[in-house]
């Protein structure tokens, strides 16, 4: 295990951004360490205490943020990408969560962004592992920083972390019965989440149909392939239905000239199709979906400035360097559905919250309302016959920027205008969420 550091920001922005200017919203206190959550298994997680000019740190909630992929990692893209206090360029970020949240990235599974394990076989291949390690990473945390037990704790993720977001919430609240772990678990909100996987496969066609990225030969396409994966699911081959997926994905791009899977509106590059062309499937996924979080200027900045200011970075460690392994590993489990996880939690009395980009076409918001229609929670006949509100985008007050709708222990909010990346793409938008989800406004 590394050994612990904290250290304020205003340190880091001397040394690394000075010729950028001193940004003024960030004299924001950090911290940051290793858990080691199994043998060999090195968990890593990077604390921002919240920056507020209306509040203490220890009046505002605490929100862990959990990256898809698997493999994507949080102190990386979720930090830098989308939610954190500096942006790619080191520059502040307007719409930075921490305004309204301490934040928690955690690099999971082991072996994502600065985690790594020392063995091959040290990997999580289900999502079980994935939750009991990282109920060993909040157990440290807790009782490494007790001033956060009694602080509202919320669980926020995207896209494959929203599944591990479901497990990890269901093991925090039994391990808190228990009395094995000390912190007050609040809620879970679930961005984009691969929840329901053959539920957003059957929707991609129907979607990209309406919206006049598939012809009728493409829509009979795609729906046959999609046809391929749900055969697999039904009949428990998993790790097929993964390779299926994957094709199916190959007809989407084969079919629409290249639509981005994160945003409908954009297109993947020329070049990017290209260079995927006759890899295997697993490759094809990688391409596709961890690539994407690992951009070379993330990266350099990753294993550059962050590495050397982070400090106990061991030498062969490389931030990203693990990732493929990590998807790899978890591909016979990447296909499976936690909705059972999600009723499970809803019925405990868990809050949780879906919230869906417009624009997502891998995690479609059609595919999330299939299997939150079908939940078992009592509440959800109630919830299905309340109507929508609409919300304001407080970058433009008069313009809807999301619906939402609550029901007792339930909330679904659709965000407008954003893809699979929604605080990347509707930055004000999505703080306006956090705050209501955290009981802020
Ligand atoms: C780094 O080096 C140590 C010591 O040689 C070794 O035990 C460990 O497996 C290596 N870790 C990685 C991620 O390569
Ligand atoms: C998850 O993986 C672990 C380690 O390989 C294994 O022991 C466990 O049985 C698996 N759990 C499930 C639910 O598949
Ligand atoms: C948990 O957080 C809420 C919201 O801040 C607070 O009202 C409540 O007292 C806290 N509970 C405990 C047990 O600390």
Redesign the pocket.
């Known amino acids: 295990m590394g050994s612990f550091r904290v250290d304020f920001t205003l340190c880091f922005l001397l040394s690394v951004v000075l010729s950028k200017g001193l940004p003024s919203a960030l004299a924001s206190k950090e911290a940051w360490n290793y858990v080691e959550v199994r043998d060999g298994a090195h968990m890593f997680w990077w604390l921002y205490y919240a920056d507020s000019v209306q509040a203490q740190y220890k009046d505002l909630p605490l929100v862990m943020w959990l990256q898809g992929g698997p493999g994507g990692s949080g102190t990386g893209f979720g930090n830098f990408e989308e939610i954190g206090p500096l942006n790619r360029d080191l520059e502040p970020r307007k719409t930075s969560w921490v305004q309204a949240a301490n934040l928690l990235f955690v690099d999971n599974p082991v072996g994502t962004g600065f985690s790594y394990t020392d063995r091959p076989d040290a990997y ?6 994935v939750a009991s390690d990282m109920l060993v990473l909040l157990k440290h945390f807790f009782s490494e920083k007790p001033e956060f037990q009694s602080i509202a704790f919320y669980i926020f993720s995207e896209s494959y972390g929203g599944k591990m977001a479901a497990a990890i919430s269901l093991e925090l609240t039994k391990a808190i019965a228990q009395g094995t772990v000390k912190c007050n678990f609040s809620g879970v909100a679930l961005g984009d989440s691969w929840i329901s996987p053959l539920d957003s496969v059957m929707t991609w066609g129907p979607y990209l149909y309406t919206t006049s990225l598939l012809d009728d030969y493409g829509l009979a396409d795609v729906s046959k392939a999609a046809e391929a994966v749900k055969q697999a699911v039904e009949q428990g081959q998993f790790l097929k239905a993964t390779e299926l997926w994957s094709v199916t994905e190959s007809a989407v791009e084969r079919n629409t000239n290249g639509v981005n899977f994160y945003n409908i509106l954009t297109q993947s590059s020329d070049e990017k199709l290209t260079s995927s062309a006759g890899l295997d499937f697993i490759s094809l996924q990688k391409h596709r979906h961890i690539r994407p979080l690992h951009s070379q200027s993330l990266s350099q900045l990753m294993n550059g400035p962050i590495r050397k200011k982070l400090g106990i970075i061991p030498e062969n460690v490389t931030w990203g360097g693990q990732a493929d392994e990590v998807f790899t590993n978890m591909a016979g ?1 990447f296909m499976k559905p936690v909705v059972d996880i999600v009723d499970q939690l809803l019925t405990a009395g868990v809050k949780v919250t879906v919230y869906n980009g417009q624009l997502d076409l891998i995690v479609d918001t059609m595919g999330q309302e299939l299997w939150v229609k079908q939940l078992k929670w009592e509440g959800i006949r109630n919830f299905n016959e309340l109507k929508w509100t609409p919300l304001d985008d407080p970058a433009t007050p008069g313009i809807t920027g999301a619906f939402c709708k609550t029901y007792k222990n339930f909330a679904f909010y659709w965000i407008l205008k954003a893809g699979h990346m929604i605080p990347s793409d509707q930055g004000p938008m999505a703080l306006q969420m956090l705050k209501m989800i955290t009981q802020q406004a």
Do not use: E, I, M, P
């Not at 999580?124 to 592992?129: K, Q």
């Open positions: 999580a291949t289900n999502v079980s592992t489990d």
